[in-house]
Structures are given as C-alpha cells and as structure tokens.
C-alpha cells in the first residue's frame, strides 16, 4: 500500500496535467482584415520607388529606414526582383537575400502608407519589360509580386 499511493497521486498529477495543459492554447494573432498593398511608382538609376499601403487592421512593420526625402529605404535583401528575361527561357531574378545587422524598423499603422526606396541596378536592365517586386516585411510576411515596366 505503501508503494501505490505515491504511484496514484502521480498518475493523477500527470493526467490533471495533460488536462489543464491541453486546455491552453498558444496565444494566436487575431487574423489580418484588409490587405497589404505594394503599388509600383517610378525607376531611377539606382531605385525602384514603390508605396506600401496599410489596409489591414494590425501594425506592419518594414525594415529600414528614413531617406533625406522621407521615403523608407528598404533593408537589402527584403526585396525581390524577376524580370522577363531577353533571352527565351525562364525570367531573371534578383532573389531576396539575407542581412545582417540592425536595421532598425519603421512602423505602418492600420489605414496607413509610406513611399519606398528600394535601391537596386537590377530591373533596369530590362527597361520596356515585364517585371515583378515583392516586399519582406520585418514579420517575415511576403507583400506581392507586383507586376511592373520599369
């Protein structure tokens, strides 16, 4: 009798465990209304210019930060490019990339929206051609492809 009370109350601690534990659930997000929009603006030598629309209900967040202009430089590597290749096959790709760093982050409150600079020599290349952008927000969310002509 000795041996089977502490084996009893075990058991029991186990399965109230098992109950409780099984009864929480990670705390989840609460789903995204609206939508993240990427709009395609202008191309310099140097640039893409691009705006981020915040339609949805939460904060975004993009990595980077404010250019003399205002506008939000992109944190490289947070930017992906494919653009129609001149040569027939498979399109070219500027893909996303890895950094590193601390690039700090800027914040797009719901109903929100920032102008974009993305800076890159990769899309104008192919000028007159098809393209797409998408955008890496710092949450790791894909905002796009967007098609475009530089």
Not at 66 to 80: C, E, K, L, N, V
Not at 110 to 132: E, H, N, S
Not at 141 to 146: A, D, K, N, S
């Amino acid at each position: 009798m000795g041996t089977k009370l502490p084996t009893l109350l075990t058991i029991c601690w186990v399965v109230i465990s098992g109950l409780v534990l099984g009864a929480c659930k990670a705390r989840e997000a609460p789903p995204m209304a609206g939508r993240i929009v990427l709009e395609y603006v202008s191309t310099s030598d140097s640039a893409i210019a691009a705006r981020l629309v915040n339609a949805s209900n939460r904060v975004i967040r993009i990595r980077g930060s404010h250019t003399i202009s205002w506008a939000i430089g992109t944190w490289p590597g947070d930017a992906g490019f494919e653009c129609e290749s001149i040569r027939p096959g498979p399109m070219d790709e500027d893909p996303m990339g890895i950094s590193e760093g601390n690039p700090g982050s800027v914040e797009v409150l719901p109903g929100g929206q920032v102008r974009l600079k993305i800076y890159t020599a990769f899309p104008q290349k192919y000028q007159g051609r098809r393209c797409q952008l998408k955008l890496r927000l710092d949450d790791g969310t894909i905002v796009g492809p967007i098609d475009f002509q530089p």
